[in-house]
């Protein structure tokens, strides 16, 4: 499975872009996908992830309310919705995937070096 984000951009503060992690090659469904991101001068941080069964949903407290999280299996496809914008949500998004073996799994992953495999990151920039 390989992974690929999309659906950066340059949005107002404010506004509201949709990111979407698409995977070629069969299997997405046994992973768990998060979302995350990294600004200038700054580590990467986890956002979002989802899990394998799409039960379970993490999102850090920073975007709690703003961003949310789905998956559709059928698409091999991830998104992330991400509305009232800031200026500190200005980043390079990434979508990584860590294996969990079975597409019923409720497990999330928040940091980095839980995940996988990763995809090209996508730039976010919110004008303010």
């Known amino acids: 499975v390989q992974l690929q984000a999309s659906g950066g951009g340059l949005v107002r503060a404010g506004g509201s872009l949709r990111l979407s992690c698409a995977a070629s090659?069969?299997?997405?469904?046994?992973?768990?996908i998060g979302w995350f991101r990294q600004a200038p001068g700054k580590e990467r941080e986890g956002v979002s992830c989802?899990?394998?069964?799409?039960?379970?949903?993490y999102y850090a407290d920073s975007v709690k309310g703003r961003f949310t999280i789905s998956r559709d299996n059928a698409k091999s496809t991830v998104y992330l919705q991400m509305n009232s914008l800031n200026s500190e949500d200005t980043a390079v998004y990434y979508c990584?995937?860590?294996?969990?073996?079975?597409?019923?799994?409720?497990?999330?992953?928040?940091?980095?070096?839980?995940?996988?495999?990763w995809g090209e990151g996508t730039q976010v920039t919110v004008s303010s």
């Open positions: 990584a995937g860590r294996y969990v073996w079975t597409s019923d799994s409720p497990e999330l992953y928040a940091d980095p070096s839980d995940m996988d495999l």
């Open positions: 090659g069969s299997g997405l469904d046994d992973y768990a």
């Open positions: 989802i899990s394998s069964s799409g039960g379970s949903t």
